[in-house]
């Protein structure tokens, strides 16, 4: 079975359930659950980002340039609101990090507000988009990989952290990338239990970790770093706009979740303890 990354050993580990065909592991010391180690990660951690970067439509990752131009309104709205949530516990923002940067879209939001931006992806379509297409600084390499030779304001780990195979050796590297005022915003899926909208697909196996706040937070603290605040958001929603099924009901069940932190999007920002 697996070793949970949160406490490095199998000695709590259960068999959690199966989904797709792919067994899911329980640590219950954390409640971390995770994908069953007999399943080779090897396998799949280096095109999972490929994988994402392709028109799946059962994983539902919407996040094309087709799309991004399409739907430019949603985007904006998303990361305006993620730029101002990292605004009020730093209002010097002026440099950034993307950790995962995909087509460079939320680069290019912070660009356009004045932000000096820098990435790195693992996706060479992707990363070569973001450089070619939209003129970004960024780099097609891993995070373990990366020698960082400046500090930025803000660090950026979106829809990236459930499918690293050694979560604490990355947030540790981050770490020690950071200067004490910057700032690091994570995002992950939270599918797990009552969440909306329901059923979402879990990404297997793709993410290896399925986190909730709870271990999410446990996995920062561990590697050094203090949560500031959480937020719950939707996913899909651009998939939503693209089936023509949005309206009022529909906004008003997102408010609902985004409210009650009932929203399978989890959403942190943290600070670097020193």
């Known amino acids: 079975m697996s070793v949970c990354c949160i406490c490095e050993s199998d000695q709590y580990n259960r068999e959690y359930r199966i989904y797709n065909g792919y067994q899911l592991c329980k640590c219950n010391r954390c409640s971390l659950v995770y994908l069953d180690g007999r399943i080779n990660p090897e396998e799949f951690i280096a095109d999972a980002k490929e994988g994402l970067h392709s028109e799946n439509k059962q994983t539902e990752y919407w996040s094309f340039p087709e799309m991004y131009h399409r739907y430019l309104f949603v985007f904006d709205n998303f990361f305006k609101e993620r730029l101002t949530r990292c605004l009020r516990y730093n209002k010097n923002i002026n440099t950034m990090f993307d950790i995962g940067a995909g087509y460079g879209f939320w680069m290019d939001y912070c660009r356009r507000q ?10 060479e379509e992707a990363g070569n988009y973001g450089k070619e ?14 020698n960082f030779y400046s500090q ?31 700032l ?22 793709h993410h290896i970790w ?6 999410l937070k446990i996995l920062l603290e561990k590697n050094g770093f203090y949560v500031l605040k959480k937020w719950h958001g939707i996913q899909g929603v651009i998939g939503c706009y693209e089936r023509n099924e949005v309206n009022i009901f529909l906004k008003s069940k997102w408010l609902f979740a985004k409210t009650f932190n009932l929203g399978n999007r ?3 920002l943290c600070k670097a303890v020193t």
Do not use: W
């Not at 399925?210 to 271990?215: A, L, S």
């Open 266 to 268: 989890l959403m942190v």
């Open 210 to 215: 399925q986190f909730n706040f709870k271990t």
């Open 114 to 123: 004045g932000i000096e931006v820098k990435g790195i992806e693992i996706s």
């Open 184 to 205: 690091l915003f994570v995002q992950v899926p939270d599918v797990l239990g009552f969440k909306i909208p329901i059923n979402h697909n879990m990404g297997l196996p």
């Open 133 to 146: 297409k939209m003129y970004l600084d960024i780099e097609k390499t891993s995070l373990e990989d990366f």
């Open 152 to 182: 930025y304001a803000l660090y950026n780990l979106c829809d990236v952290l459930e499918h690293l195979k050694n979560p604490n050796r990355d947030l540790r590297i981050i770490h020690n990338a950071m200067k004490p005022e910057s």
